[in-house]
């Protein structure tokens, strides 16, 4: 079960939460674009990569709204580790980056 709606809003709203994803961010999308170019969805993952790096704040906050509204607990964010943050970014930039397989 997600975290509540009230939790998530008030997480989103933390200004050092949301600068820790933004940077965050910017290290997942160097990493992204010096992946293999064969890597599943690298096309789409590269796009959200060079959109990070081009306006990190915008796309930390997209991030930030992701990770907060998929969560399914969270502690309070001071004690949100890096490795959490890193881990559930990771996990979310083929949503981010609007990669996925069509239904055939």
Known sequence: MAIDTNQ???????????NRVRVTAIRSAV???????????????????TRVLDNSEAEARKALIALVAT????????????????NALNGLINALAGAYNPVV
Do not use: M
Not at 9 to 18: A, K
Not at 71 to 86: F, G, N, V
């Open 8 to 18: 998530a809003f008030t997480l989103y709203n933390n200004t050092v939460l949301r």
């Open 31 to 49: 990493a992204v674009l010096s992946e293999a170019g064969s890597t599943t969805f690298h096309l789409q993952r590269a796009s959200w990569a």
């Open 71 to 86: 969560a399914t607990s969270l502690p309070a964010a001071e004690a949100i580790t890096d490795t959490q943050i890193e």
